[in-house]
């Protein structure tokens, strides 16, 4: 790092010296604002360079500390961190409730559009691991309404898999996907009574399953 700053302060230098004398050459500055120029950010380049060791420099009489402004700004981020992954951690809290209005009666729970999207928020900031416990308690909730929903449109899943059951997605698929058991949620005219259709339908609903199921098992690692 001390290299690389060094090595950026020299760069910063030789750029400002050469577009110098290219304006002092095309006369849009004079000799002593060169000097000035080349001065302040040879200053410049020095502090940069030397940043790691500096502790203060002064600018106009003010005194710049760089530990104080470096240790500060750590401190804000830091902050701005918590806070971060304290409001996800709230907005987990409100990804189980049902949103408002009448359900669809599909076979996919109405929570886990809002809850995928947050979901892909809280990875693309890198909380998933600081948030696994959470993430673990709200799919465990999704889960159990993602049966249920499921259970709408194959009869025979709530009476394999009672409430609290969470079967694995392969134990589901075989019930779910059962001829007698579509037949029975058609006899209710679910789908309209179209057999196809149902299970159409049931395919979607029990791969928005498997994925919830594979990101619970993924948080008890």
């Excluded at 600018?59 to 710049?64: D, E, F, H, L, T």
């Excluded at 999704?142 to 134990?171: C, M, W, Y």
């Amino acid at each position: 790092m001390k290299i690389f700053l060094s090595l950026l302060g020299l760069v910063i230098a030789i750029i400002i010296i050469c577009i110098g004398m290219n304006l002092l050459e095309e006369k849009q500055i004079t000799g002593g604002e060169f000097v000035s120029l080349v001065v302040a950010f040879s200053i410049i380049g020095l502090i940069i360079s030397f940043s790691s060791e500096v502790q203060e420099f002064s600018v106009a009489g003010n005194i710049v500390k760089l530990k104080e402004v470096k240790k500060e700004a750590e401190e804000s981020i830091s902050g701005l961190k918590k806070a971060r992954t304290d409001n996800f951690r709230f907005l987990l809290k409100l990804a189980m409730r049902f949103p408002g209005g009448f359900g669809s009666g599909g076979t996919v729970d109405s929570r886990l559009s809002d809850f995928w999207l947050l979901y892909d928020q809280i990875v693309e900031f890198g909380c998933e691991l600081e948030l696994r416990e959470n993430i673990k308690s709200v799919t465990d909730v999704l889960l159990g309404g993602q049966l249920h929903s499921i259970a709408q449109n194959s009869d025979n899943v709530s009476s394999k898999f009672p409430r609290g059951t969470i079967p694995t997605p392969q134990e589901l698929t075989i019930t779910a996907l059962d001829n007698e058991s579509v037949e029975k949620a058609a006899s209710r005219n679910v789908g309209g009574g179209d057999i196809a259709k149902i299970k159409e339908s049931l395919v979607i609903g029990l791969d928005e399953y498997k994925r919830l199921y594979e990101l619970n098992e993924q948080c008890k690692i």
